[in-house]
Protein backbone atom coordinates (compact mmCIF):
# COMPACT_ATOMS: atom_id res chain seq x y z
CA UNK A 1 0.00 0.00 0.00
CA UNK A 2 1.40 3.33 -0.65
CA UNK A 3 2.41 5.84 1.87
CA UNK A 4 2.24 2.81 4.26
CA UNK A 5 4.79 3.66 7.10
CA UNK A 6 5.96 1.62 9.89
CA UNK A 7 5.40 2.63 13.77
CA UNK A 8 7.97 3.98 15.91
CA UNK A 9 7.38 1.80 19.28
CA UNK A 10 9.23 3.29 22.73
CA UNK A 11 9.41 1.15 25.86
CA UNK A 12 10.40 3.42 28.75
CA UNK A 13 11.56 2.28 32.26
CA UNK A 14 13.81 1.56 35.06
CA UNK A 15 16.52 -0.39 34.81
CA UNK A 16 15.82 -4.24 35.37
CA UNK A 17 11.98 -4.14 34.33
CA UNK A 18 12.48 -5.71 31.38
CA UNK A 19 12.30 -3.87 28.46
CA UNK A 20 15.65 -5.54 26.70
CA UNK A 21 13.82 -8.73 27.09
CA UNK A 22 10.43 -7.73 25.86
CA UNK A 23 11.78 -5.65 23.08
CA UNK A 24 13.58 -9.00 22.22
CA UNK A 25 10.44 -10.58 21.71
CA UNK A 26 8.00 -8.47 20.50
CA UNK A 27 9.87 -7.86 17.48
CA UNK A 28 10.19 -11.64 17.17
CA UNK A 29 6.35 -11.76 17.48
CA UNK A 30 5.72 -8.58 15.23
CA UNK A 31 7.97 -10.25 12.04
CA UNK A 32 6.06 -13.85 12.65
CA UNK A 33 2.58 -11.78 12.44
CA UNK A 34 3.99 -10.86 9.11
CA UNK A 35 5.04 -7.14 10.14
CA UNK A 36 9.10 -5.97 9.27
CA UNK A 37 9.87 -5.06 12.71
CA UNK A 38 13.47 -4.19 13.70
CA UNK A 39 15.05 -3.53 17.09
CA UNK A 40 17.31 -0.41 18.19
CA UNK A 41 18.61 0.46 21.18
CA UNK A 42 19.89 3.77 23.60
CA UNK A 43 22.06 4.06 24.52
CA UNK A 44 23.74 2.43 21.24
CA UNK A 45 27.10 1.88 22.68
CA UNK A 46 28.66 0.58 19.10
CA UNK A 47 29.27 4.07 17.81
CA UNK A 48 32.27 6.85 18.92
CA UNK A 49 29.56 8.55 20.94
CA UNK A 50 28.24 5.32 21.65
CA UNK A 51 31.76 4.31 22.97
CA UNK A 52 32.06 7.19 25.12
CA UNK A 53 29.14 6.70 26.86
CA UNK A 54 29.38 3.39 27.76
CA UNK A 55 32.99 3.85 29.19
CA UNK A 56 30.88 6.27 31.48
CA UNK A 57 28.14 4.10 32.03
CA UNK A 58 31.18 1.46 33.53
CA UNK A 59 32.50 4.26 35.79
CA UNK A 60 35.82 3.51 33.62
CA UNK A 61 35.77 7.36 32.59
CA UNK A 62 34.25 10.78 34.06
CA UNK A 63 32.21 13.10 32.06
CA UNK A 64 30.62 16.61 33.19
CA UNK A 65 26.76 16.08 33.66
CA UNK A 66 25.76 18.10 31.24
CA UNK A 67 28.32 17.49 28.26
CA UNK A 68 27.28 13.85 29.35
CA UNK A 69 23.50 14.91 28.52
CA UNK A 70 24.21 16.17 25.45
CA UNK A 71 25.99 13.06 24.11
CA UNK A 72 23.22 10.97 25.21
CA UNK A 73 21.19 13.31 22.89
CA UNK A 74 23.81 12.95 19.88
CA UNK A 75 23.75 9.18 20.52
CA UNK A 76 19.78 9.59 19.59
CA UNK A 77 20.33 11.93 16.79
CA UNK A 78 23.27 10.35 14.76
CA UNK A 79 20.30 7.52 14.40
CA UNK A 80 17.58 9.99 13.35
CA UNK A 81 18.07 9.83 9.33
CA UNK A 82 18.43 5.84 9.74
CA UNK A 83 14.62 6.13 12.06
CA UNK A 84 13.38 7.96 9.48
CA UNK A 85 14.32 6.22 6.50
CA UNK A 86 13.30 2.73 8.37
CA UNK A 87 10.00 4.21 9.25
CA UNK A 88 8.77 5.53 5.94
CA UNK A 89 10.10 2.27 4.12
CA UNK A 90 7.56 0.62 6.43
CA UNK A 91 9.74 -0.90 8.70
CA UNK A 92 8.21 -0.78 12.17
CA UNK A 93 10.53 0.37 14.73
CA UNK A 94 10.90 -0.90 18.70
CA UNK A 95 12.85 1.21 20.24
CA UNK A 96 14.74 0.36 24.07
CA UNK A 97 15.00 3.57 25.87
CA UNK A 98 14.98 6.64 23.88
CA UNK A 99 14.90 10.77 24.53
CA UNK A 100 12.79 10.23 27.65
CA UNK A 101 15.06 7.88 29.56
CA UNK A 102 17.79 11.19 28.68
CA UNK A 103 14.90 13.29 30.53
CA UNK A 104 13.91 10.77 33.54
CA UNK A 105 17.77 9.80 34.33
CA UNK A 106 19.20 13.10 34.08
CA UNK A 107 16.40 14.53 36.38
CA UNK A 108 17.40 12.32 38.66
CA UNK A 109 20.31 13.48 39.14
CA UNK A 110 19.43 16.84 40.64
CA UNK A 111 19.14 15.83 43.56
CA UNK A 112 22.05 13.18 43.53
CA UNK A 113 24.78 14.75 46.03
CA UNK A 114 22.42 15.01 48.90
CA UNK A 115 20.89 11.37 48.47
CA UNK A 116 24.40 9.75 47.57
CA UNK A 117 25.62 10.94 50.74
CA UNK A 118 23.30 8.87 53.01
CA UNK A 119 23.34 5.35 50.27
CA UNK A 120 25.87 2.95 49.07
CA UNK A 121 26.27 2.44 45.39
CA UNK A 122 25.03 -1.62 44.67
CA UNK A 123 24.84 -1.63 41.26
CA UNK A 124 28.07 -2.23 38.66
CA UNK A 125 26.97 0.65 36.25
CA UNK A 126 26.11 4.15 36.86
CA UNK A 127 22.49 5.12 37.89
CA UNK A 128 22.35 1.36 38.93
CA UNK A 129 21.00 1.94 42.83
CA UNK A 130 17.82 1.97 43.82
CA UNK A 131 17.20 5.76 44.94
CA UNK A 132 18.10 7.31 41.55
CA UNK A 133 15.69 4.50 40.10
CA UNK A 134 13.24 5.84 41.64
CA UNK A 135 13.53 9.62 41.12
CA UNK A 136 13.67 8.27 37.42
CA UNK A 137 10.71 6.59 37.68
CA UNK A 138 8.69 10.09 39.18
CA UNK A 139 10.14 11.46 35.88
CA UNK A 140 8.88 9.27 33.71
CA UNK A 141 5.59 9.31 35.18
CA UNK A 142 5.77 13.28 34.70
CA UNK A 143 6.85 12.55 31.36
CA UNK A 144 3.27 10.84 30.92
CA UNK A 145 1.52 13.83 31.44
CA UNK A 146 2.39 15.12 27.74
CA UNK A 147 -1.10 13.51 26.15
CA UNK A 148 -0.02 14.22 22.36
CA UNK A 149 2.63 10.76 23.01
CA UNK A 150 0.19 7.48 23.00
CA UNK A 151 1.59 6.13 26.27
CA UNK A 152 0.79 2.85 27.19
CA UNK A 153 1.40 2.03 31.32
CA UNK A 154 2.19 -2.22 31.30
CA UNK A 155 2.59 -3.81 34.41
CA UNK A 156 6.19 -5.70 34.75
CA UNK A 157 5.65 -7.88 37.91
CA UNK A 158 3.81 -10.47 35.38
CA UNK A 159 5.42 -13.02 33.72
CA UNK A 160 7.45 -12.74 30.87
CA UNK A 161 5.13 -14.13 28.61
CA UNK A 162 2.26 -12.22 30.32
CA UNK A 163 3.80 -8.76 30.09
CA UNK A 164 4.79 -10.13 26.07
CA UNK A 165 1.10 -11.01 25.25
CA UNK A 166 -0.01 -7.09 26.34
CA UNK A 167 2.65 -5.46 24.86
CA UNK A 168 2.03 -6.68 21.27
CA UNK A 169 -1.54 -6.61 21.52
CA UNK A 170 -1.10 -2.92 22.22
CA UNK A 171 1.83 -2.39 19.17
CA UNK A 172 -0.69 -4.27 16.68
CA UNK A 173 -3.49 -1.64 17.35
CA UNK A 174 -0.57 1.17 17.46
CA UNK A 175 1.16 -0.54 14.09
CA UNK A 176 -2.62 0.01 12.57
CA UNK A 177 -3.08 4.00 13.60
CA UNK A 178 0.25 4.40 12.83
CA UNK A 179 -0.07 3.99 8.87
CA UNK A 180 -2.81 6.77 9.10
CA UNK A 181 -0.57 9.67 10.45
CA UNK A 182 2.28 11.27 8.94
CA UNK A 183 5.89 10.63 9.68
CA UNK A 184 6.09 14.23 10.03
CA UNK A 185 4.62 14.57 13.36
CA UNK A 186 7.23 12.80 14.75
CA UNK A 187 9.52 15.45 14.59
CA UNK A 188 7.49 18.69 15.16
P1 LIG B 1 20.91 0.49 29.37
O1 LIG B 1 21.10 -0.26 30.65
O2 LIG B 1 19.50 0.39 28.83
O3 LIG B 1 21.98 0.21 28.35
O4 LIG B 1 21.06 2.04 29.77
N1 LIG B 1 20.38 6.71 30.03
C1 LIG B 1 19.88 6.26 28.85
C2 LIG B 1 20.58 8.06 30.28
O5 LIG B 1 21.03 8.46 31.35
N2 LIG B 1 20.25 8.96 29.29
C3 LIG B 1 19.74 8.57 28.09
O6 LIG B 1 19.45 9.41 27.21
C4 LIG B 1 19.54 7.15 27.84
C5 LIG B 1 18.97 6.69 26.53
C6 LIG B 1 19.71 4.81 31.55
C7 LIG B 1 22.16 2.48 30.46
C8 LIG B 1 21.80 3.68 31.31
O7 LIG B 1 21.76 4.87 30.51
C9 LIG B 1 20.78 5.75 31.06
C10 LIG B 1 20.47 3.60 32.02
MG1 LIG C 1 21.52 -1.14 32.28
Known sequence: MAGRRGALIVLEGVDRAGKSTQSRKLVSALCAAGHRAELLRFPERSTEIGKLLSSYLEK???????????????????????????LSQGVTLVVDRYAFSGVA?????????????????????????GSFQKRALQSFGQLMGDKTLN?????AS????????????????????????????LWT
Not at 61 to 84: M, Q, T
Not at 158 to 185: F, G, N, Y
Request: aromatic share 8%; proline share 2%.
Open 60 to 86: KSEVEDHSVHLLFSANRWEHVPLIKEK
Open 105 to 129: FTSAKEVRLAEAAKRGEFGHERYEN
Open 151 to 155: WRVVD
Open 158 to 185: RSIEDVHKEIHELCEDTIQAAMHRPLEE
